[in-house]
Nanobody, 117 residues
Framework: QVQVVESGGGLAQPGGSLRLSCRAS????????IQWFRQQPGKLRELVAT???????SYANSVKGRYTISRNNAKNTVDLQINSLKPEDAAVYYC???????????WGQGTQVTVSS
Protein backbone atom coordinates (compact mmCIF):
# COMPACT_ATOMS: atom_id res chain seq x y z
CA GLN A 1 0.00 0.00 0.00
CA VAL A 2 1.15 3.52 -0.78
CA GLN A 3 1.07 6.12 1.97
CA VAL A 4 1.39 9.83 1.28
CA VAL A 5 2.00 12.48 3.95
CA GLU A 6 2.15 16.25 3.50
CA SER A 7 3.80 18.60 5.98
CA GLY A 8 4.98 22.19 6.35
CA GLY A 9 1.69 24.04 6.46
CA GLY A 10 0.88 26.67 9.03
CA LEU A 11 0.27 30.37 9.54
CA ALA A 12 2.13 32.86 7.38
CA GLN A 13 1.83 36.55 6.56
CA PRO A 14 1.09 38.00 3.13
CA GLY A 15 4.36 38.41 1.27
CA GLY A 16 6.02 35.65 3.26
CA SER A 17 7.13 32.18 2.23
CA LEU A 18 6.39 28.57 3.07
CA ARG A 19 7.91 25.27 2.05
CA LEU A 20 5.63 22.26 1.92
CA SER A 21 6.89 18.68 1.73
CA CYS A 22 5.41 15.47 0.37
CA ARG A 23 6.64 12.09 1.57
CA ALA A 24 5.49 8.84 -0.07
CA SER A 25 6.25 5.17 0.57
CA UNK A 26 9.67 4.17 -0.66
CA UNK A 27 11.56 6.71 -2.74
CA UNK A 28 9.92 9.71 -4.38
CA UNK A 29 12.07 8.89 -7.41
CA UNK A 30 10.12 5.64 -7.87
CA UNK A 31 6.88 7.34 -8.89
CA UNK A 32 5.86 8.28 -12.38
CA UNK A 33 4.41 11.63 -11.34
CA ILE A 34 3.86 13.67 -8.20
CA GLN A 35 1.41 16.54 -8.05
CA TRP A 36 0.45 19.29 -5.65
CA PHE A 37 -3.13 20.53 -5.40
CA ARG A 38 -4.74 23.25 -3.35
CA GLN A 39 -8.33 23.58 -2.26
CA GLN A 40 -9.40 27.06 -1.25
CA PRO A 41 -12.33 27.48 1.13
CA GLY A 42 -15.60 26.89 -0.68
CA LYS A 43 -13.89 25.99 -3.96
CA LEU A 44 -12.96 22.86 -5.88
CA ARG A 45 -9.56 21.26 -5.67
CA GLU A 46 -7.09 22.86 -8.09
CA LEU A 47 -3.93 21.37 -9.61
CA VAL A 48 -1.04 23.80 -9.06
CA ALA A 49 2.16 21.89 -9.87
CA THR A 50 3.40 18.61 -11.37
CA UNK A 51 6.76 16.88 -11.55
CA UNK A 52 7.00 13.61 -13.49
CA UNK A 53 9.28 11.11 -15.18
CA UNK A 54 12.06 12.86 -17.05
CA UNK A 55 11.90 15.82 -14.64
CA UNK A 56 9.08 17.38 -16.61
CA UNK A 57 7.57 20.21 -14.55
CA SER A 58 4.42 22.20 -15.07
CA TYR A 59 2.48 24.84 -13.13
CA ALA A 60 -0.93 26.37 -13.16
CA ASN A 61 -0.88 29.83 -14.70
CA SER A 62 -2.16 31.32 -11.47
CA VAL A 63 0.97 30.30 -9.52
CA LYS A 64 3.76 30.62 -12.09
CA GLY A 65 6.64 32.69 -10.79
CA ARG A 66 5.74 32.13 -7.13
CA TYR A 67 5.50 28.34 -6.73
CA THR A 68 8.39 25.94 -7.26
CA ILE A 69 8.11 22.15 -7.22
CA SER A 70 11.27 20.08 -6.76
CA ARG A 71 12.59 16.71 -5.59
CA ASN A 72 14.72 16.89 -2.46
CA ASN A 73 17.05 13.90 -2.58
CA ALA A 74 18.45 14.44 0.92
CA LYS A 75 15.01 14.41 2.55
CA ASN A 76 13.32 11.98 0.13
CA THR A 77 10.53 14.45 -0.47
CA VAL A 78 8.91 16.45 -3.21
CA ASP A 79 8.70 20.03 -1.99
CA LEU A 80 6.52 22.96 -2.95
CA GLN A 81 8.09 26.33 -2.27
CA ILE A 82 5.57 29.15 -2.10
CA ASN A 83 6.92 32.71 -2.25
CA SER A 84 5.19 36.08 -2.01
CA LEU A 85 2.19 34.58 -0.28
CA LYS A 86 -1.17 36.03 -1.23
CA PRO A 87 -4.53 35.67 0.51
CA GLU A 88 -5.66 33.31 -2.24
CA ASP A 89 -2.86 30.90 -1.28
CA ALA A 90 -4.80 30.07 1.88
CA ALA A 91 -5.96 26.52 1.28
CA VAL A 92 -5.52 22.89 2.14
CA TYR A 93 -2.63 21.57 0.07
CA TYR A 94 -2.70 17.95 -1.08
CA CYS A 95 -0.01 15.76 -2.59
CA UNK A 96 -0.84 12.96 -5.02
CA UNK A 97 1.55 10.34 -6.38
CA UNK A 98 1.21 8.12 -9.44
CA UNK A 99 2.80 4.68 -9.34
CA UNK A 100 5.11 3.37 -12.03
CA UNK A 101 3.54 -0.08 -11.98
CA UNK A 102 -0.16 0.51 -12.61
CA UNK A 103 -0.38 4.33 -12.95
CA UNK A 104 -2.81 4.61 -10.05
CA UNK A 105 -3.01 7.76 -7.93
CA UNK A 106 -2.66 7.91 -4.15
CA TRP A 107 -3.43 10.94 -2.00
CA GLY A 108 -2.31 12.41 1.27
CA GLN A 109 -4.63 13.92 3.86
CA GLY A 110 -3.51 17.49 3.24
CA THR A 111 -1.75 20.27 5.10
CA GLN A 112 -3.40 23.59 5.96
CA VAL A 113 -1.91 26.91 4.89
CA THR A 114 -3.34 30.02 6.52
CA VAL A 115 -2.42 33.51 5.27
CA SER A 116 -3.18 36.33 7.67
CA SER A 117 -1.77 39.63 8.87
Amino acid sequence: QVQVVESGGGLAQPGGSLRLSCRASGSVFDYYAIQWFRQQPGKLRELVATIQEGDVISYANSVKGRYTISRNNAKNTVDLQINSLKPEDAAVYYCAVQTMSDRRWYWGQGTQVTVSS
